[in-house]
């Protein structure tokens, strides 16, 4: 019912910048929760930051203060900036979308293909 595709990731310094973007495709889209999650090789994937219908917002305590998801239902799209990147935050990161608003990856339905964040100096 709902479509995602993630773009923005790229190489970046220490302490760079990037945004992320993911394009949703389904008039539902903006009747969902939208999720952004991150994964590394060999470890579980985490939720990095939520945005809920209403527009409220939640956060990994790692990236609170430095990562700000914002969301256009207009446009059907779902935007994480991120500032003062650390080698930590190199993943693949996905968006997603959901009804429930969890920081759980299995409540959410809908995923995007990923896109690929390197940090390195």
């Known amino acids: 019912q709902v479509q995602l595709a993630e773009s923005g990731g790229g190489s970046v310094r220490p302490g760079g910048s990037l945004r992320l973007s993911c394009a949703a495709s389904?008039?539902?889209?903006?009747?969902?929760?939208v999720a952004w999650f991150r994964q590394v090789p060999g470890k579980e994937r985490e939720y990095v930051a939520i945005?809920?219908?209403?527009?409220?917002?939640f956060y990994l305590d790692s990236v609170k203060g430095r990562f700000t998801i914002s969301r256009d239902n207009a446009k059907y799209a779902v935007y994480l900036d991120m500032t003062s990147l650390q080698f930590e935050d190199a993943a693949v990161y996905y968006c997603?979308?959901?009804?429930?608003?969890?920081?759980?990856?299995?409540?959410?339905?809908?995923w995007g293909q990923g896109t690929q964040v390197t940090v390195a100096s």
């Open positions: 997603a979308a959901g009804r429930s608003g969890t920081p759980l990856a299995d409540d959410y339905v809908f």
């Open positions: 945005i809920r219908r209403n527009g409220g917002t």
């Open positions: 389904g008039r539902t889209f903006s009747e969902y929760v």
